[in-house]
């Protein structure tokens, strides 16, 4: 017959041991009859059920009932009884329910002695390996991120972050993007939709690069800045090996009195040693972004093949055989950008720089395909753990 909550006619010790004597019974025979997840779902019900499950029923017919001065000692025992219970419940559920009962789920008496022991024939086993929960690590990219800002922090930066959805005017106006220049093209920028009506500086937009914090953190502060900044952009590339309509970039930014290249070619050569190791070199090209002059694309030397273009006979491919890796843009900021934070260009130099922190992780880890990153397979991302 199935076990039903009774209710107590005394409240002694030796009617509550009984009584839990019991529950404790009935739980044993109860969780060992459960095989499949249907019987597990119907065991959890009626011993852990809101509304008629064992539980609820001891609370209302035995710690209720109680009266004030034996409500101390039924509660105590309540409380053990429903950690019995919870336990045989979870544990049955991972098909190991007999292991708790055969362990022995024991209720003590306020006295501290045992009075109900559910001890099966076996005992338990402590030598056998328990159940272990995998940890989780960082994200590969995140930990590249991590590894960039650290640099630059050590330099004396400080982190700055800002929103993923921006507006037009900080992503492209007030860094100095033309009106008609492609970048602000559906093909190159994912927009929100349904802007139209808007003035095009208000239109919301996917971030294209983490440019826009510069402006927001100048808006905020007056120079000196020294700022890096990590984050999250979209762009509107189809998926392939080596894109992703979402990446990761890492910029930083410096500005003061009298800052020069020289300054950024020294920062940047540090931040690269600091990165790849101390014998890497750094080389300087001319190139061209709406914020920055003059710009310059940085490589580095290829800290796979150590700049010789080989793997012992084979060609090395990350640096296409050239020893050099293009790892950065940057430059010195366009002083057009100051007349949008209010900052005097006589007064204030400063340069900027930004790296893709997904294409640095391929480097680094030796992946072929940045899709790996984003596919959320977690053999591939074990193997960073
Ligand atoms: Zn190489």
């Not at 499949?36 to 059920?49: H, L, P």
């Not at 024939?121 to 272990?132: A, F, N």
């Not at 989780?136 to 930990?143: A, D, L, M, Q």
């Not at 990590?230 to 009298?258: C, I, T």
Request: net charge positive; hydrophobic share 40%.
């Amino acid at each position: 017959m199935a076990y039903t909550v009774p209710k107590l006619k005394s409240f002694s010790a030796a009617a509550l041991d009984k009584a839990a004597e019991k529950l404790l019974a009935a739980l044993k025979q109860e969780s060992a009859a459960v095989k499949t997840e249907a019987d597990w779902k119907s065991f959890r019900d009626r011993w852990v059920g809101r509304k008629n499950g064992v539980l609820t029923e001891i609370n209302e017919l035995w710690l209720k009932a109680a009266s004030k001065d034996a409500k101390r000692e039924v509660g105590q025992r309540v409380n053990e009884l429903k950690a019995a219970v919870t336990q045989a419940v979870d544990e049955s559920r991972q098909g190991a329910a007999t292991a708790v009962i055969r362990a022995g789920v024991s209720v003590k008496a306020s006295s501290g002695a045992v009075v109900a022991t559910l001890a099966g024939p076996e005992s338990l086993d402590i030598t056998l390996p328990g159940i272990r929960r995998p940890l989780g690590s960082e994200h590969p990219v995140i930990r590249t991120m991590h590894e960039i800002v650290s640099v630059f922090r050590n330099l004396g930066y400080s982190v700055e972050e800002g929103p993923v959805i921006e507006t037009d005017y900080y992503n492209f106006e007030a860094l100095n993007f033309p009106p008609n220049h492609p970048a602000r093209d559906t093909q190159d920028t994912l927009f929100i939709a349904r802007q139209e009506s808007k003035p095009q500086r208000e239109r919301l937009l996917l971030r294209t690069h983490t440019s826009p914090v510069q402006i927001r953190t100048m808006e905020k502060m007056k120079p000196p800045v020294r700022i890096v900044i990590p984050g999250k952009v979209h762009r509107n590339d189809p998926p392939d090996a080596s894109h992703s309509p979402m990446f990761h970039q890492v910029e930083g930014l410096a500005v003061d009195a009298n800052i020069t290249f020289c300054d950024l070619k020294g920062t940047l050569d540090h931040a690269m040693k600091a990165l790849f190791g101390s014998s890497v070199k750094t080389s300087f090209r001319p190139s061209f972004f709406p914020f920055t002059e003059p710009s310059a694309e940085m490589m580095v030397s290829c800290f796979i093949c150590g700049g010789s273009g080989k793997r012992g006979s084979e060609p090395c491919r990350p640096c296409k055989q050239t020893g050099w890796i293009e790892i950065l843009g940057c430059g010195m900021v366009d002083p057009n950008v100051y007349g949008f934070v209010d900052y005097d260009p006589k007064k204030v130099s400063g340069f900027a720089f930004g790296m893709g922190a997904d294409r640095i992780a391929i480097l680094k880890y030796g992946v072929d395909d940045i899709q790996l990153f984003f596919n959320g397979d977690v053999r591939f991302l074990e193997q960073f753990g």
